[in-house]
């Protein structure tokens, strides 16, 4: 049989964290994925269960334990990074505060080498997007926390990436702006047809968003739970559809806290 | 600004005061000595032996900067330069300063070079220590973020490393710069005939309590200036994006 490789494929891939005078924290354990190009994969998972570590590993920032991750075709490690073009948009907004946004934003592009205009064009756009373009000469510890978030997209966004890495990047906004940029998040993504993985807790927000869903357990974290959104976009956030697959997404959810529940009880 | 006016005010009332139950060869009045500064400032020679003095400071301190800061970076960055240098460092750092006048002038005899070369050895130690505490202090999170973007490794160190140890580079210039006003006015005392050291061990000798006083004057008056004039507008400058500093600014 002839296999026709994911664009991403993530296979066996198992992470532990040496500690100190006790057993390696075993936080990925014996993971398999297998993501084709221009999926917009949500990853759902409890607190703790190595989503962020998980990103890490993709974009090359951090090794395996053992088994293998395979972008493009080409194994990624932090020796051999992948020549994708990754943009990242962090859990903490990471802005370098003693920047403007503006110059937040420009400072990876001009990283790429871009002409100038380009790279002020760039910024404008993705700027206006997020709906910062009047805050583009503040500094970032003038705004508050979710506008740095959104300063912190717009970077991410503004290389136009390939594959765009995402951790939870509406988190901190409240629901109406989250809405307006959830909809241009998938707006961008339809009109590029680039591929996206994005963490979330908000299942809401992941059957809205996502063309697949990804639940992993908790640690050492396995796929629980691997199933595609077939709702065609743009999607209507009311959608009896999605609303349907949110409860019952919600109640596997459920269902897999209270097994692991269980099963510490039982080695007690 | 006004507190500053008031405190400074406040001291030369004082001395004014304590003057009067004193002789004038133990503590002249304050207005006797600044009247005695202002008389020298209208002397071309004043002028000659302060450039002296800070000519030799300024080279000095480029020098100590500099290695201080590569040795500093060095250790902060990495393992090898910290297990190599923290030893020495400490060691240099704990020698006082006369001792360095000494041997810079018994090497290189009485000249310019003796006091630049004391000037930048006994400033770099407390410049890298600075710098290497400046390090631990680094945001890992942003050299992450510098990574997962692929910058290369210099824009690394001059845009997230560097900014980030802006406030202690500061502090190390202020502190390397009162090290090496001590340093050269020991080195223009002990050995050397030019320069505000030299002045003052000259007045000491013709005991003239009121020029040794006008001199001292005319040295602080010049690290106010320096302060003022340069090192605050500079630190103000370069961290403009701090609340903090802004909400000061107006308040000013
Ligand atoms: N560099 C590290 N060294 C040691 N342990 C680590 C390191 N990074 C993460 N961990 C541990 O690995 C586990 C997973 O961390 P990770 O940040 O990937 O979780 P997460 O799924 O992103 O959680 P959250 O949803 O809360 O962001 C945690 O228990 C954490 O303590
Ligand atoms: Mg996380």
């Known amino acids: 049989m002839i296999m026709t490789e994911s664009y991403l494929s993530i296979d066996h891939l198992h992470k532990e964290f040496p500690r100190r005078g006790d057993r390696p924290l075993n936080v990925l354990g014996d993971l398999d994925v297998h993501v084709e190009e221009g999926a917009l994969l949500s990853i759902l998972g409890p607190s703790g269960c190595g989503k962020s570590t998980l990103l890490n590993i993709i974009n090359g920032l951090d090794d395996a334990t053992t088994g293998e991750v395979r972008l493009a075709g080409r194994k990624v490690s932090t020796r051999t990074?992948?020549?994708?073009?990754?943009?990242?948009?962090?859990?903490?907004?990471?802005?370098?505060?003693?920047?403007?946004?503006?110059?937040?934003?420009?400072?990876?592009?001009?990283?790429?080498?871009?002409?100038?205009?380009?790279?002020?064009?760039?910024?404008?756009?993705?700027?206006?997007?997020?709906?910062?373009?009047e805050f583009a000469d503040y500094y970032p510890l003038q705004l508050s926390g979710g506008m740095q978030q959104r300063v912190s997209l717009a970077r991410g966004l503004a290389i136009e990436p390939d594959l765009l890495l995402a951790d939870e990047p509406f988190s901190a906004l409240d629901e109406f702006s989250a809405r307006r940029l959830r909809q241009e998040f998938?707006?961008?993504?339809?009109?590029?047809?680039?591929?996206?993985?994005?963490?979330?807790?908000?299942?809401?927000?992941?059957?809205?968003?996502?063309?697949?869903?990804?639940?992993?357990?908790?640690?050492?974290?396995?796929?629980?739970?691997?199933?595609?959104?077939?709702?065609?976009?743009?999607?209507k956030p009311e959608d009896d559809l999605l609303f349907e697959l949110e409860k019952s997404v919600t109640e596997d959810f459920m269902r897999m806290e209270e097994q692991v529940r269980l099963e510490k009880e039982m080695t007690r | 600004m006004w507190r500053r006016t008031l405190s400074v005010l406040a001291l030369l009332v004082l001395w004014q005061i304590v003057s009067l139950f004193m002789k004038p060869t133990i503590?002249?009045?304050p207005i006797a000595v600044f009247a005695q500064l202002g008389q020298n400032l209208t002397q071309p020679e004043t002028y000659s032996q302060l450039g002296v003095t800070m000519f030799r400071v300024v080279v000095g301190m480029i020098a100590g900067v500099a290695v201080g800061m590569?040795?500093?970076?060095?250790?902060?960055?990495?393992k090898i330069g910290e297990d190599l240098l923290d030893t020495w460092v400490l060691v240099l750092f704990t020698i006082p300063a006369l001792v360095y006048g000494i041997l810079c002038i018994l090497w290189f005899g009485?000249?310019?070079?003796?006091?630049?070369?004391a000037i930048a050895v006994?400033?770099?130690?407390?410049?890298a220590i600075n710098i290497w505490q400046g390090t631990k202090a680094i945001d890992r999170d942003l050299i992450h973020m510098g990574k997962a973007f692929r910058f290369g490794k210099a824009?690394?160190?001059?845009?997230?490393?560097?900014?980030?140890?802006?406030?202690?580079?500061?502090?190390?210039?202020?502190?390397?710069?009162?090290?090496?006003?001590?340093?050269?006015?020991?080195?223009?005392?002990?050995?050397?005939?030019?320069?505000?050291?030299?002045?003052?061990?000259?007045?000491?000798?013709?005991?003239?309590m009121i020029q040794v006083l006008a001199w001292t004057l005319l040295f602080t008056i010049t690290l106010l200036i320096i302060e003022f004039a340069i090192l605050k507008p500079l630190e103000n400058r370069l961290t403009r994006w701090r609340p903090a500093a802004q909400i000061q600014r107006g308040a000013a």
């Open chain 1, 81 to 133: 990074r992948s020549d994708v073009k990754i943009g990242v948009v962090f859990q903490q907004p990471r802005l370098l505060a003693w920047r403007t946004v503006r110059n937040n934003v420009a400072l990876p592009l001009q990283e790429m080498g871009l002409p100038k205009d380009e790279i002020d064009d760039r910024v404008r756009r993705y700027l206006a997007l997020v709906g910062l373009a």
């Open chain 1, 186 to 235: 998938v707006r961008i993504w339809a009109e590029t047809g680039k591929t996206i993985l994005f963490v979330t807790h908000n299942i809401r927000e992941a059957v809205f968003l996502s063309s697949r869903l990804l639940v992993i357990t908790d640690r050492p974290a396995r796929t629980y739970l691997d199933l595609p959104v077939t709702v065609p976009h743009p999607r």
């Open chain 2, 27 to 29: 503590l002249p009045s």
């Open chain 2, 70 to 78: 590569i040795i500093g970076l060095t250790m902060g960055l990495t």
């Open chain 2, 110 to 117: 009485l000249n310019d070079t003796a006091a630049i070369v």
């Open chain 2, 122 to 127: 006994g400033s770099a130690p407390p410049i």
């Open chain 2, 155 to 208: 824009t690394v160190l001059l845009k997230i490393v560097v900014p980030q140890l802006i406030p202690y580079i500061l502090a190390a210039l202020r502190y390397g710069l009162g090290i090496a006003w001590k340093i050269v006015t020991i080195v223009e005392l002990i050995g050397l005939s030019s320069g505000v050291g030299y002045m003052l061990s000259y007045w000491f000798g013709n005991f003239s």
